[in-house]
């Protein structure tokens, strides 16, 4: 018969209740999972008393052990039960009790875990999660840890998973941390870092114990370190990199021995283990000197997919790592870096560009030698690298002029001088220069034309050389005197308009300037492409800011109409007609000496050229608010 719940044992002590609730889970326990044949009209089933049961369908034998269940679960949940646990004082017979109680309830439900969906299974399992539910909540945490720590020591696999979910919610619940508790705990380390190669949720629970206590017994989690270093390498997970970062964090300088075995074991999967690299930049910085080479080499190899992890850890070596430390370790890293196919150079640059950004201006300063060198192997990219990237050439860019922004006109000029000094004599440096200057220009707009006087002699002489050479009538035989040249042209003439365009006070573009450089864009005209040789070339006049030198512009490249090839023709009104859109109102006294070169263009046998210079004269009526027709 069930009795009630108010009543049930109401009259016993714990060590009684606990020896009746033990015997009948024991006897649950036993019972066969079904019946077997039936002798005569009944099934008997015999206990271990010798007592002998009849059971006349396996409905029946069913309701039997759910009885059983159910009289075991208003044991344990009723008042007077959970009241005792509460006052429960250590007696390691009743500890073992409360233990082997726990661990056949799991165990039986363990056994009917390939039957879930049963009706039966289903309510037998609902009675016994009340049992370990009652029984486990009703126990001071400290005697809880250590019936755990019994189960843990068992050697059921899935008793030991689920014993590790109710140990891990019991400490994320657990606010009234006693140091009876802490020390339970720290006892029970060793047990549970020995179930690390089969159970994940190890590292979970390993993970909250150095959250909740590691601070307070650092020495003691040193051991929880050395085990996940040795793991790492053999069984990488989310929950062993998670509980690694975490006890890092908590031991701060205690970390230091161990960092050798743990780099050198991280590094074999950097963008897997990037987490706990970035855990070990974070938290010891200072001791972190003699890896940062290795660090920047391996995730450079990774870094081609800009995983987001590797490049939270570059930043992260940026802001951490004392300038002065960190430029040697980049300088050796980039020499590997920059000559192997499978590695990225933006591993380097993102770093760089926060290391930049994070360091104060007199600490840049005070590197400015050791920077130099460093951005010289940078741009050398391009000259050095097996499989070049404009986008990495790009970012090496971008990082440099996050550096000029950091440096006064007196600092950056030898920088400049240096790089431009360096670049002379090879193409691909030149290129890689002129890209930078390009870029530079168009970051600082007028600014940059304090350096402009530096950057002047080189940049006419690329231009000179980048004029065709071939005087065949065929103009697709034309080369530049520069191979493969037409990248250096393009950057160049960039640079140019760039600083053209921000000479708004005209002290730039001087007369002599304007005489040196009309000759050497005006020889370009002749190339296919004059995409960027237009806004250039239309733009010196506007710079230069004279009426004589206009007059001299426009009738110097006006003459070249009367040139015998359709596609130079073409060039020069695509270039007028930028001229004068850009000269607006102040074109109406070039008017006169326009006119006849416009009759004959109108009249050209090249319908691209008379096209072109219908939209000339459009342009001009727009501008003097005059018709062209009594003129032309």
Same mark, same amino acid.
């Given at each position: 018969?069930?009795?009630?719940?108010?009543?049930?044992?109401?009259?016993?002590?714990?060590?009684?209740?606990?020896? /009746? $609730?033990?015997?009948?889970?024991?006897? !649950?326990?036993? =019972?066969?999972?079904?019946? #077997?044949?039936?002798? @005569?009209? &009944?099934?008997?089933?015999?206990?271990?008393?010798?007592?002998?049961?009849?059971?006349?369908?396996?409905?029946?034998?069913?309701?039997?052990?759910?009885?059983?269940?159910?009289?075991?679960?208003?044991?344990?949940?009723?008042?007077?039960?959970?009241?005792?646990?509460?006052?429960?004082?250590?007696?390691?017979?009743?500890?073992?009790?409360?233990?082997?109680?726990?661990?056949?309830?799991?165990?039986?439900?363990?056994?009917?875990?390939?039957?879930?969906?049963?009706?039966?299974?289903?309510?037998?399992?609902?009675?016994?999660?009340?049992?370990?539910?009652?029984?486990?909540?009703?126990?001071?945490?400290?005697?809880?840890?250590?019936?755990?720590?019994?189960?843990?020591?068992?050697? /059921? $696999?899935?008793?030991?998973?689920?014993? !590790?979910?109710? =140990?891990?919610?019991?400490? #994320?619940?657990?606010? @009234?941390? &006693?140091?009876?508790?802490?020390?339970?705990?720290?006892?029970?380390?060793?047990?549970?870092?020995?179930?690390?190669?089969?159970?994940?949720?190890?590292?979970?629970?390993?993970?909250?114990?150095?959250?909740?206590?590691?601070?307070?017994?650092?020495?003691?989690?040193?051991?929880?370190?050395?085990?996940?270093?040795?793991?790492?390498?053999?069984?990488?997970?989310?929950?062993?990199?998670?509980?690694?970062?975490?006890?890092?964090?908590?031991?701060?300088?205690?970390?230091?021995?161990?960092?050798?075995?743990?780099?050198?074991?991280?590094?074999?999967?950097?963008?897997?283990?990037?987490?706990?690299?970035?855990?070990?930049?974070?938290?010891?910085?200072?001791?972190?000197?003699?890896?940062?080479?290795?660090?920047?080499?391996?995730?450079?190899?990774?870094?081609?997919?800009?995983?987001?992890?590797?490049?939270?850890?570059?930043?992260?070596?940026?802001?951490?790592?004392?300038?002065?430390?960190?430029?040697?370790?980049?300088?050796?890293?980039?020499?590997?870096?920059?000559?192997?196919?499978?590695?990225?150079?933006?591993?380097?640059?993102?770093?760089?560009?926060?290391?930049?950004?994070?360091?104060?201006?007199?600490?840049?300063?005070?590197?400015?030698?050791?920077?130099?060198?460093?951005?010289?192997?940078?741009?050398?990219?391009?000259?050095?690298?097996?499989?070049?990237?404009?986008?990495?050439?790009?970012?090496?860019?971008?990082?440099?002029?996050?550096?000029?922004?950091?440096?006064?006109?007196?600092?950056?000029?030898?920088?400049?001088?240096?790089?431009?000094?360096?670049?002379?004599?090879?193409?691909?440096?030149?290129?890689?220069?002129?890209?930078?200057?390009?870029?530079?220009?168009?970051?600082?707009?007028?600014?940059?034309?304090?350096?402009?006087?530096?950057?002047?002699?080189?940049?006419?002489?690329?231009?000179?050389?980048?004029?065709?050479?071939?005087?065949?009538?065929?103009?697709?035989?034309?080369?530049?005197?520069?191979?493969?040249?037409?990248?250096?042209?393009?950057?160049?003439?960039?640079?140019?308009?760039?600083?053209?365009?921000?000479?708004?006070?005209?002290?730039?573009?001087?007369?002599?300037?304007?005489?040196?450089?009309?000759?050497?864009?005006?020889?370009?005209?002749?190339?296919?492409?004059?995409?960027?040789?237009?806004?250039?070339?239309?733009?010196?006049?506007?710079?230069?800011?004279?009426?004589?030198?206009?007059?001299?512009?426009?009738?110097?490249?006006?003459?070249?109409?009367?040139?015998?090839?359709?596609?130079?023709?073409?060039?020069?009104?695509?270039?007028?007609?930028?001229?004068?859109?850009?000269?607006?109102?102040?074109?109406?006294?070039?008017?006169?000496?326009?006119?006849?070169?416009?009759?004959?263009?109108?009249?050209?046998?090249?319908?691209?050229?008379?096209?072109?210079?219908?939209?000339?004269?459009?342009?001009?009526?727009?501008?003097?608010?005059?018709?062209?027709?009594?003129?032309?």
């Amino acid at each position: 018969a069930v009795v009630s719940t108010q009543s049930t044992g109401a009259h016993f002590g714990l060590s009684d209740l606990l020896t /009746t $609730s033990v015997g009948l889970i024991n006897t !649950l326990a036993k =019972l066969p999972e079904k019946l #077997k044949k039936a002798t @005569g009209k &009944t099934h008997k089933v015999g206990l271990d008393s010798g007592i002998e049961l009849n059971f006349n369908d396996a409905k029946h034998y069913n309701y039997f052990k759910l009885g059983m269940a159910t009289q075991l679960f208003l044991l344990t949940s009723n008042k007077h039960f959970t009241g005792l646990l509460k006052e429960f004082e250590k007696d390691k017979g009743n500890e073992a009790k409360l233990a082997e109680l726990i661990e056949l309830s799991l165990s039986i439900m363990i056994h009917y875990q390939d039957h879930e969906g049963d009706k039966f299974v289903d309510m037998l399992n609902k009675r016994l999660t009340g049992v370990t539910t009652s029984v486990t909540a009703g126990l001071p945490s400290s005697l809880f840890i250590s019936v755990i720590k019994a189960l843990l020591s068992t050697d /059921t $696999s899935l008793l030991h998973n689920k014993s !590790l979910n109710m =140990l891990l919610n019991r400490i #994320k619940g657990e606010s @009234g941390w &006693t140091e009876e508790l802490e020390e339970t705990c720290i006892s029970l380390l060793g047990t549970v870092l020995k179930l690390a190669d089969k159970h994940k949720l190890t590292w979970r629970v390993l993970e909250l114990l150095v959250k909740k206590i590691g601070s307070k017994y650092p020495d003691d989690f040193t051991t929880v370190l050395a085990s996940g270093t040795t793991h790492l390498s053999l069984n990488s997970c989310p929950e062993l990199r998670s509980c690694i970062c975490a006890t890092l964090h908590v031991l701060g300088a205690r970390s230091v021995p161990h960092l050798p075995a743990l780099v050198k074991v991280a590094l074999d999967n950097v963008q897997e283990n990037s987490e706990v690299l970035f855990a070990t930049m974070a938290t010891v910085p200072q001791f972190m000197s003699a890896y940062i080479t290795d660090i920047l080499i391996a995730i450079s190899k990774e870094y081609h997919v800009r995983d987001e992890g590797l490049q939270k850890l570059s930043l992260e070596i940026g802001a951490a790592i004392k300038l002065r430390v960190l430029l040697p370790c980049v300088t050796s890293a980039i020499e590997t870096i920059i000559t192997s196919t499978d590695h990225d150079l933006r591993a380097v640059t993102d770093m760089l560009t926060k290391t930049i950004e994070t360091n104060v201006t007199h600490d840049i300063k005070s590197q400015v030698g050791t920077i130099t060198t460093i951005f010289v192997k940078l741009l050398s990219y391009r000259d050095t690298a097996t499989g070049f990237n404009d986008a990495i050439e790009d970012e090496v860019i971008e990082c440099f002029v996050g550096l000029v922004y950091k440096l006064t006109e007196k600092e950056f000029l030898p920088l400049l001088v240096t790089l431009l000094e360096w670049s002379e004599g090879s193409l691909d440096r030149s290129t890689a220069f002129y890209n930078l200057a390009a870029q530079l220009s168009q970051k600082l707009q007028g600014l940059f034309l304090l350096f402009g006087g530096s950057v002047y002699v080189s940049l006419v002489e690329v231009l000179q050389n980048c004029k065709p050479t071939d005087t065949s009538p065929e103009f697709g035989n034309k080369r530049p005197k520069l191979e493969l040249g037409s990248e250096l042209c393009k950057f160049a003439l960039q640079t140019l308009y760039n600083m053209l365009r921000y000479d708004t006070t005209h002290a730039f573009t001087t007369a002599d300037r304007f005489e040196t450089l009309l000759p050497a864009l005006l020889d370009l005209i002749t190339l296919p492409d004059i995409t960027h040789l237009t806004p250039a070339l239309a733009q010196l006049p506007v710079a230069a800011n004279s009426d004589r030198l206009w007059k001299q512009f426009n009738f110097q490249l006006l003459n070249l109409s009367k040139s015998p090839l359709p596609k130079v023709r073409e060039n020069v009104v695509t270039v007028y007609k930028e001229f004068v859109m850009k000269l607006g109102q102040d074109y109406s006294i070039l008017l006169p000496d326009t006119l006849p070169f416009l009759a004959e263009l109108l009249e050209d046998s090249d319908s691209n050229v008379e096209e072109k210079t219908h939209q000339i004269v459009k342009a001009i009526e727009d501008i003097t608010g005059e018709s062209m027709d009594q003129y032309l």
